[in-house]
């Protein structure tokens, strides 16, 4: 295809957009898909990988958290940014406490979010490959309790170049999947913001991912997210797609966007999103049910509102430290109504807030997600 056609392709919408979060102990195997899907781009906690593929007339953006398992908050966040989600098992360290806390991180989000599942299983070569069936057949029975029990496995053999494709052609089959039974009409724009810096001679440029809508060169929309004070009303200079400019992006999208204005870098972070105006309401106190994790291990085996216990909710890219202060004490596997305090003010688009609960401390072979809320 040449870039005259995808050109036009684009313009008619009908490329498509794949929002894939890579996860798994090993990073390498990790990088690896990543290269298959994009270039490695942007690299903070969280490593992106972007390419408008010409051949195949599709768009991938692939994120992978570099500081998982010792940091939390990277893989949270990129389970958010992302709609399909690939769990990579190395064959040579098999099920660990790592891959069940991120088979609960992906299960959760499946539950919430509707995200997709796929699961790979890597590092098969002849020193492993007596392991496989076996380690097969614990995913599974591991899957089916959990709502990722249709979950595709695939195979990549140390030797095998051609399976990568095969993920790559699995992630488009279900993002084609995925978009058509999600057709809908969003009455709003959302970009999550993940990383900002200056640019000489232009201003302040924000990397982000279009969530929901359309965005348009010259709207102004909001910059919301900030805890001591109302959104700043910003104006969209112009915005990149794999640096070309276009004059708008739509859902699915990874955009560059240049502000008009003195708006600083040090004036934004992952807290913020950019979105339509007069549409995101702040909350500090939320009455709302919440469900612990069947897997999770409370101390004194149960969750107690108001013993001052702190906990972590994380909404959009945001996380703020909240207190459960009463109602219903809760068991693991159970769901209660219970009102939630939080030091940060969040944000939702008048349907309620919705995220997980967290612990944010070093990862010490024990699940630190304790499990999801949805304000009443």
Known sequence: MSYKTLKLHMSEGSEKNFLVGIFGENFERRNLIGQALGSPGTKSDIQFYNRLDAGLGQVFCALTPID???????????????????????????????????????????????TKPLVVIAGINEKTEWKLEEIKKQVKIILNTTSLKDANILEIK?????????????????????????????????????????????????????????????????????????????????????????????????????????????????????VSQGVFKRENEITATVHVNQFYKPKGGTIKPGDGSQYYALTELKISPVKLVEGTELTPGNSGEIKIILDKPLVHDGSGLKGVITELNKFENKLRIVGFFVQK
């Open 68 to 114: 998982y398992p010792d940091k939390i908050k990277p893989f949270l966040q990129t389970l958010t940014i992302t709609n399909i989600h690939i769990l990579v098992i190395d064959l040579k360290d098999g099920l660990n406490a790592v891959v069940g806390e991120l088979l609960v991180g992906m299960d959760m989000f499946h539950q919430m979010f509707d």
């Open 158 to 274: 140390d030797d095998d170049k051609d399976a990568y494709e095969q993920i790559k052609k699995k992630v488009i089959e279900i993002g084609i999947e995925k978009s058509s039974l999600n057709i809908q009409e969003k009455h709003y724009t959302k970009v999550l913001i993940d990383h900002v810096f200056p640019v000489k001679g232009i201003g302040t440029v924000i990397l982000g991912v279009v969530k929901n809508g359309t965005l348009n060169a010259g709207e102004m929309v909001e910059l919301t997210g900030y805890d001591g004070g109302p959104s700043k009303k910003i104006i969209i200079r112009s915005i990149q797609k794999h640096d070309r400019d276009f004059k708008n992006a739509i859902e699915g999208d990874r955009v560059g966007l240049a502000l008009k204005g003195t708006i600083s870098p040090a004036d934004v972070s992952r807290d913020n999103m950019i």
